[in-house]
């Protein structure tokens, strides 16, 4: 048996999770929130992180019913993500595995939610979309390699949901995504909004740029009403997504999609992207928040293959960075 | 006869992410037919407006490189209540993604070929952004080599405008020659090179290139160093 235990968080959220082959012994979360209109802060989002890390680390092994000697590996995530925040998890999964002596093993954030989605739900060799806060990308795996075929050329789906959320004041509580997803269903008037895919890319800055010029103007005028714009600003983009996993899909004969990331857990995004499935002959898995939204089971998951496969990060190599793509890491877990 | 029913008695060739393509016969001459048919996951007026966009796009930049004479499919017939498009057959030809790979497995004299070939895809993807249309989805799958029937070089031939649209901004030529370097680069491995051939070729051919270039650089810099929180 091989116990991993994983420390998340490369954005707003911190989370740690202990993994025992397949098993998600425990996955608690805490998530750093700021008011209506206001992103989060890297120094803030640190100081956040620093308040909570301890006493999430004692739930999780609390909930999990072990002992630093059960564990057996420690994960973290090395980046993508904002400095401050990475840097803070990073250095209590350093001390914690000298206090344990354990080996460290430094993860990449998009393989955590890749190979997460991969355990809960089953999916052998799927097309992944993962899409959140800071990515957007359209996966496949090849030769060794998540290889990314299709991405966002400027900013992530998740982004440009966030900051239209700040210009209308809607409350980041739980996240600004659900409340648009809640809003949404009372939309009904549907306006047309810019609609950018190029190949297998995708572009939201347009999008985002029309409505935060039109969107007050609109509201003020009776035009439509803020669930209007919420409802046509999800079917827009998740149109624009779930067009470019199909073109994906048709340029690599695959007949699986996963979505993965903070914005995966959008019912009406997995609505639409079931349709298009049903449509190919082609089989949809998703998850729900607790694995999509970011946390520390996909950590010590992504950790727990890495580990297996022979992997460890020596001390002195565990640094952390903001930039860490996808298709940088070579997958020795899988054939 | 409506289209819906001529399309019953045509010969579905495949069916891709955004369309149907039959293969029939259109007042005695062999023809593609092209249906975009509804996306369900969208917002039906979402849907009509891009497809019947779409549709317009395909068409106008179709008529608008055969102007200027870039090889591209006749356009026989188009339907907007069908949104289908009737197009010439392109006889005796294979995709240049079949060129390319074939070419790479036989291993003696080919290398000066592809050369050519790669240099005659940036002449005429020049001459086409010179013409302001912008492809949108270019990969070596939609480029087609005519074999004529004398011995004389195949012809290029462009297809599949299906994402096409018209713009004089350096911007969107830069992003249509990065998808481009995706597409060519994840299906061709080991193809560097070659793509740099044609950057060279394309640039030497169009009157405003160098700006263009200068955009796909700073796109590829988007691309790749993107920070990626989240």
């Not at chain 1, 925040?85 to 250095?91: D, R, S």
């Not at chain 1, 952390?320 to 070579?330: A, F, G, L, M, S």
Request: aromatic share 6%; charged share 25%; glycine share 8%.
């Amino acid at each position: 048996m091989t116990v991993v235990i994983g420390f998340e968080g490369s954005a707003n959220k911190i989370g740690i999770g202990i993994i025992r082959d397949g098993e998600v012994l425990s996955n608690p979360r805490r998530t750093y929130i700021t008011p209506p209109g206001q992103g989060f802060m890297p120094s803030d989002t640190a100081r956040h992180h620093r308040a909570v890390i301890l006493t999430v680390l004692k739930e999780a092994l609390e909930q999990a019913g072990l002992k630093p000697a059960d564990i057996d590996c420690v994960a973290y995530t090395k980046g993508p993500g904002m400095g401050a925040p990475l840097v803070t998890v990073a250095l209590v999964a350093r001390t914690v595995a000298q206090l344990w002596g354990k080996p460290l093993l430094g993860v990449n954030h998009c393989i955590g939610h890749i190979e997460m989605g991969r355990l809960i739900t089953k999916a052998n060799n799927p097309t992944v979309l993962y899409v959140s806060g800071g990515n957007t990308q359209v996966i496949a795996y090849s030769e060794r390699r998540y290889r990314i075929f299709g991405e966002t050329i400027d900013i992530a789906v998740g982004n440009c949901l966030d900051r239209f959320a700040r210009v209308i004041k809607i409350s980041n509580d739980p996240s600004p995504g659900y409340n648009i997803e809640q809003m949404a269903k009372k939309g009904s008037q549907y306006v047309e909004l810019p609609y950018t895919v190029k190949g297998m890319d995708v572009s939201f800055s347009g999008i985002l740029s029309y409505i935060e010029e039109a969107a007050n103007k609109m509201l003020s005028s009776g035009q439509c009403t803020a669930e209007d714009l919420c409802f046509s600003l999800q079917e827009t983009v998740f149109s624009m997504l779930v067009e470019i996993t199909e073109r994906a899909m048709a340029h690599c004969g695959s007949q699986e999609v996963l979505i993965v990331g903070g914005v995966g857990c959008n019912l009406r995004l997995q609505e639409m992207m079931g349709v298009m499935c049903q449509e190919r002959g082609a089989k949809l898995f998703a998850t729900d928040e607790r694995f999509c939204i970011d946390n520390g089971a996909m950590i010590a998951q992504a950790g727990w293959e890495m580990f297996r496969s022979g992997q460890v990060t020596e001390l002195e190599d565990s640094w952390i960075t903001q930039r860490y793509r996808t298709d940088e890491v070579e997958v020795t877990w899988r054939d | 006869m409506a289209v819906p029913e001529f399309l019953q008695t045509a010969e579905l060739l495949k069916q891709g992410a955004e369309a149907r393509v039959y293969r029939a016969e259109f007042l005695g001459k062999p023809a593609i037919v092209k249906e975009r048919f509804p996306k369900r996951y969208r917002h039906p007026t979402l849907d009509e407006k891009l497809t019947h966009r779409r549709t317009t796009q395909e068409v106008r930049s179709i008529l608008r490189c055969r102007r200027a004479g870039i090889c591209a499919p006749v356009v026989y017939f188009v339907d907007y209540t069908s949104h289908c498009i009737f197009l010439e057959e392109i006889i005796g030809s294979s995709t240049v993604r079949d060129h390319i790979a074939s070419a790479q497995q036989s291993d003696s004299g080919t290398e000066q070929k592809l050369q050519q070939l790669a240099e005659r895809v940036g002449q005429i993807l020049a001459r086409m952004h010179d013409e302001d249309v912008i492809h949108g989805d270019l990969t070596t799958s939609n480029m087609l080599l005519r074999h004529s029937q004398k011995d004389g070089e195949p012809e290029l031939v462009l297809i599949d405008f299906g994402l096409s649209y018209i713009s004089a901004l350096p911007e969107d030529k830069g992003v249509d020659l990065y998808v481009l370097e995706k597409a060519f680069l994840s299906t061709h491995p080991n193809t560097e090179a070659l793509f740099e051939k044609l950057l060279k070729s394309y640039a030497a051919s169009s009157k405003k290139s160098s700006a263009v270039i200068k955009k796909l650089d700073e796109v590829r810099l988007r691309g790749r160093k993107r920070s990626m929180v989240g």
